[in-house]
C-alpha cells in the first residue's frame, strides 16, 4: 500500500516555473514507476511524465517534451515534477500515481495509486 500526496501546486504567470512534489508513505518506494498526470476542466485525464525506479528511464508527454522534467528521490520517498516555461494550457489539477512495477508506462489504468492531485494554474 501507497499513499502519495502532492504539493507545489499553485498560480504562475505564462513563462513561469513550478516544481511539483509528491511524497509518498512506505518502504517500498523504490519498487514502484511512478507518473505524472493532469486533468483540467471538461477533460480527460492525461499522461505527462513517468519515471523508472531506477530513475534512468523517463518519458514525457509531446506537449511537455523540452519544458518538464520529472526526477525522484528514492532516499526520500519523493517524485518531482520540474515544470519550465508553462503556457496557459498547462492549468490543470496534477496527480502523481505509483504503478507495481519497475517500468513505466503511459496509461493512467496501470497505476494503481494516486494522490488527491494539486492545482496549476498559468495565467496569459
Known amino acids: 500500500q501507497v499513499q502519495l500526496v502532492e504539493s507545489g501546486g499553485g498560480l504562475v504567470q505564462a513563462g513561469g516555473s513550478l516544481r511539483l512534489s509528491c511524497a509518498a508513505s512506505?518502504?517500498?518506494?523504490?519498487?514502484?514507476?511512478m507518473g505524472w498526470f493532469r486533468q483540467a476542466p471538461g477533460k480527460e485525464r492525461e499522461f505527462v511524465a513517468t519515471i523508472s525506479v531506477s530513475g534512468t528511464i523517463t518519458y514525457y508527454a509531446d506537449s511537455v517534451k523540452g519544458r518538464f522534467t520529472i526526477s525522484r528521490d528514492n532516499a526520500k520517498n519523493t517524485v518531482y515534477l520540474q515544470m519550465n516555461s508553462l503556457k496557459p494550457e498547462d492549468t490543470a489539477d496534477y496527480y502523481c500515481a505509483a504503478r507495481r512495477s519497475g517500468r513505466t508506462s503511459a496509461t493512467h489504468g496501470e497505476y494503481a495509486y494516486w494522490g488527491q492531485g494539486t492545482q496549476v494554474t498559468v495565467s496569459s
Open positions: 512506505g518502504r517500498t518506494f523504490n519498487s514502484y514507476a
